[in-house]
């Protein structure tokens, strides 16, 4: 079993710029693939980023690409989300999570999740 807890959200202004980290626990990080998910009010979960166990390979929505940088250190058991150039649609809770099977934007490939971390865009 793997426990992750995400940490690193909050209220930032349009244009700031937020890091959230997600910290396993229970097993290593380092034989997953990795995920970033969001969820905003009234609205489904949405695939934002995925890093492949090495950290070779990534993947993002478009609606972050060229803004959001998602990385890993195997070594700290923790995988990163840099958040760039924020705007006010990137408001959400922001989930990561682990795949025993591979890199993909599928929800359903993902067996752990963490508990969420607001994150939240003012005008």
């Known amino acids: 079993q793997v426990q992750l807890v995400e940490s690193g959200g909050g209220l930032v202004q349009a244009g700031g710029s937020l890091r959230l980290s997600c910290a396993a626990s229970?097993?290593?990080?380092?034989?997953?693939?990795m995920g970033w998910f969001r969820q905003a009010p009234g609205k489904g979960r949405e695939f934002v980023a995925t890093i492949n166990w090495s950290g070779g390979s990534t993947y993002y929505a478009s609606s972050v690409k060229g803004r959001f940088t998602i990385s890993r250190d195997n070594a700290k058991n923790t995988a990163y989300l840099q958040m760039n150039s924020l705007k006010s649609e990137d408001t959400a809770v922001y989930y990561c999570?682990?795949?025993?099977?591979?890199?993909?934007?599928?929800?359903?490939?993902?067996?752990?999740w963490g508990q969420g971390t607001q994150v939240t865009v003012s005008a």
């Open positions: 229970g097993r290593t990080l380092s034989t997953y693939a």
């Open positions: 999570a682990a795949s025993e099977v591979y890199s993909t934007n599928d929800a359903r490939e993902y067996a752990y």
